[in-house]
């Protein structure tokens, strides 16, 4: 590992890689990205995939369509073809007061352009013409919306980071922060790394490094779980969403159906834990909506950390008291969707450059100020 940086990242998700590739953009490419795992160790690699832009708040309205504009491009640039698929989004309400709460969010949407559009249960069938929805009163769809696969992007991202000199060093654990007359003194498991420059982006571990720096942020990073099956015939373009439990379901590039659910008895913070009530949970409602699927076979389960912020919305945002160090975190199980625009907006921050987008409804400060807009539709 070299001794010095103008920019070190904490954190090789998709949020240190989409604020590095930002950087990049606009030359600065004097960067070093350390995570304590291998690449994307963390919530990156075990997300659903979903991109969407219907949110029930401006703050992830605002980053969502800029980020799906964005999506659409990135493929070429990196040269990776990561199947960004538009099959749209479709949220489920199977009481009058879910459905009430759509059209509420809907109209919202709709404010901002997003074009989203009320169905009825038929229409919705004529979405999914193999679902059984018999207590299904309406929903929300937006074909905008979509599905990508995440491994390749984060691998593009960081082979076209390696190839403009920027330093990734995996395995590397941060142990401590302390200000210098340069900037940062960095001390890790590979030696001292030196910085101009720090960049908290570690996710459910964000907290923890902000501590390093005598900052206390408010996130914790809450389990959540996912169930992949064996490769089945496409039958399914939209993302699935029901309010009444966070289920969700799409039907990825090589035909295997991934699927989560809000899991009524998750306890502590481990993101290695399974139980079998997850999988009873989640087959059972799967089976209730495609009772086809009754003999689908489930191949592979694993858990990851929503990085849960007090209103569901990101913290980006220099690090208050603490000059040139900057913190992106918070992402409340949405970051991978809205991370090209995080990376832009961050990337400003740190070169000192206005960013396209505004910044207060992301500050940290919000919450001491009482300035917060609680976003509702969290999946999963």
Known sequence: MKNRSEV????????????????????????TILDKGHLASGASTRNGGGVRAQFATEENIILSKWSIQRFRRLSLEL?????????????????DQELSMLKKAV????????GTKIVDCGQAKDIVPQMVCPSVVGGAFRKGDGILFPFPLLF??????????????????????????????????????EANKVVDAAGGWSSTVAKMLGVDV??????????????LSPFLDPMIVTLKDGFYMSQGP????????????AHGEDPGRSGHFFCEQLSKRLVDLFPRLSAARMMRQWAGFYDMSPDANPILDSIPGVEN??????????????????GELMACLILGERPPFPTDPYRMDRFRLGHTSLETLVIG
């Open 218 to 231: 408010p996130t914790r990073p809450v389990r959540h779980q996912i169930m992949a099956s064996e490769p």
């Open 8 to 31: 070190v990242i904490i954190g090789s998700g998709i949020t240190g890689l989409s604020i590095a590739y930002s950087l990049v953009n606009r030359g600065c490419r004097d960067i």
């Open 325 to 342: 160090a900057f913190i992106a975190c918070g992402f409340s199980g949405h970051g991978f969707m809205i991370s090209p625009a995080v």
């Open 156 to 193: 593009g991202y960081a082979e076209h980071l390696r190839r403009n000199s920027v330093a990734i060093e995996t395995h590397c654990t941060v142990d401590g922060i302390a200000e210098s007359s340069t900037g940062f003194s960095i001390r890790t498991s590979h030696g001292i790394i």
């Open 79 to 95: 040269n990776t073809n990561f199947w960004f698929r538009q099959g749209g989004y479709l949220f489920l309400a199977e009481s």
């Open 107 to 114: 109209e919202f949407q709709n404010r901002h352009g997003l």
């Open 254 to 265: 090589r035909g295997e159906l991934v699927a989560g659910i809000t899991e009524s008895n």
